[in-house]
């Protein structure tokens, strides 16, 4: 039996080491090793304040710090309960949406793009098509600027409080904003056709599909958790009773399941659940592309992030404006401490993310539970690496390596979230 082995792959965030058992020209076993070593986040904010919680873990990640930050916020709104203003929550809207631009943008152009052109890395990319670089960064600097005009800063947001805001943009600040990212829409939607040329394997992945769906809205702060496969929609606030999370010996993170099987987070499962939902323009993009209604091929979660890209462009702009004409206000709003223990979800960029608290009388976490995308993700891509390695073991072997990173780079993994 031979091993063949890809240590700390490359062009994801965080480190992970693929194992390919091949016994004559047989794929016998493949693994994903997660070597990040656990940060105890969720023993972190025990003992802490909730309203120090967000501040803490929006340190989890530094592309989805605002999701951290929002989703904590709900779980602890959630558990004293408070209901914020729809003026709040449009503001968080548009910081979540912020992450969007700022990932996508990085894992399409910098992590996943030189695989479909043969270059090992963005660098060189850079040479060839300086006006596709150029691109990416125009959409990433955005949405730093909108994390910033939102959040305060382009990572770890400070703004953000516990029923409401601290402060929010001016109205011309506003105004350039919805300009700027009408104008932006145009290279997202250069983004998703330059994406759907490229050439990707026919793999179906067998698990099912989750994200969070409304019945008015493309779902990012508020919902459902539905099932693509199982057609069921529960409240977030179950989570715990259809997620298990359970330890496997070769990594560091554990693997989750929904009814014994893994399944798929991310813009993949977005767009199959909630496309009638998108905005018009990221809509007209799809059916330009071809969109059949439903796909399973984890390769398309780039096209499907391309996607949400213009989606996020045309949304945030919108939000831009109803800011400009709803009134009303974001200040915090009143609120008595008390026990209690609350459930938040969004959709990050990666993924559905849960966050979780239970709060004592004086104020105090006693206890923080967060389920991560790629947390959700890492069970359906070992799953997924399974079934498809074994139809390419007969390509030469550097080909065969390459398109199992690509899958890999497809679910746009963080793997230091996912030990958090």
Not at 85 to 106: D, P
Not at 193 to 203: D, K
Not at 273 to 280: I, K, N, Q
């Amino acid at each position: 039996m031979s091993t063949i082995t890809v240590e700390h792959v490359a062009r994801i965030e965080g480190h992970g080491t693929i194992t390919v058992d091949v016994e004559g020209g047989v794929v016998r076993d493949i693994k994903m090793d997660i070597i990040e070593p656990a940060r105890f986040f969720e023993s972190m904010v025990v003992g802490r304040r909730f309203d120090e919680v967000s501040l803490i873990t929006s340190r989890i990640c530094g592309i989805c710090s605002p999701n951290h930050a929002v989703t904590s916020l709900r779980a602890v709104e959630d558990a004293l309960g408070i209901e914020v203003s729809e003026r709040t929550k449009v503001l968080r809207k548009l910081l979540v949406y912020g992450s969007y631009l700022q990932n996508h943008a990085t894992h399409l152009y910098v992590f996943a793009a030189p695989d479909f052109v043969g270059l090992p890395s963005v660098f060189p990319l850079a040479e060839t098509h300086p006006e596709v670089v150029q691109r990416a960064l125009t959409i990433k600097k955005i949405g730093n600027e909108l994390t910033t005009l939102i959040g305060g800063r382009p990572v770890h947001p400070i703004t953000a409080l516990v029923g409401g805001f601290a402060s929010e943009p001016d109205a011309r600040s506003l105004e350039e904003f919805a300009e700027r990212l009408t104008r932006l829409a145009g290279e997202a939607e250069e983004t998703a056709r330059l994406f759907a040329t490229f050439e990707v394997p026919a793999f179906e992945t067998a698990g099912d599909m989750l994200a969070l769906v409304a019945d008015d809205d493309y779902a990012i702060y508020e919902g459902e958790t539905a099932s693509l496969q199982g057609a069921w929609r529960r409240p977030v606030a179950e989570y715990r009773d259809f997620i298990r999370e359970d330890v496997v010996g070769h990594s560091n993170a554990k693997h989750s399941t929904v009814a014994g099987s893994p399944f798929m987070v991310g813009a993949l499962p977005r767009v199959n659940l909630s496309a009638d939902r998108l905005a018009p323009r990221a809509a007209a993009v799809l059916g330009e592309l071809g969109w059949s209604g439903v796909s399973r091929n984890p390769f398309m979660n780039n096209v499907c992030q391309a996607v949400e890209l213009v989606d996020a462009c045309e949304r945030c702009a919108g939000y831009a404006r109803q800011l400009l004409e709803m009134g009303g206000s974001s200040e915090p709003v009143p609120f008595a401490v008390r026990a209690g223990s609350g459930v938040g979800a969004t959709e990050a960029p990666r993924g559905t993310l849960y966050h979780a608290y239970s709060i004592d009388d004086d104020g105090f976490v006693t206890a923080g539970d967060v389920i991560t995308p790629t947390a959700q993700n890492l069970g359906n891509l070992e799953a997924d690496m399974r079934a498809f390695a074994p139809t390419v073991v007969d390509e030469p072997r550097d080909r065969f390596v390459l398109l199992v990173e690509q899958l890999v780079r497809a679910y746009d993994p963080c793997l230091s979230c996912s030990v958090h």
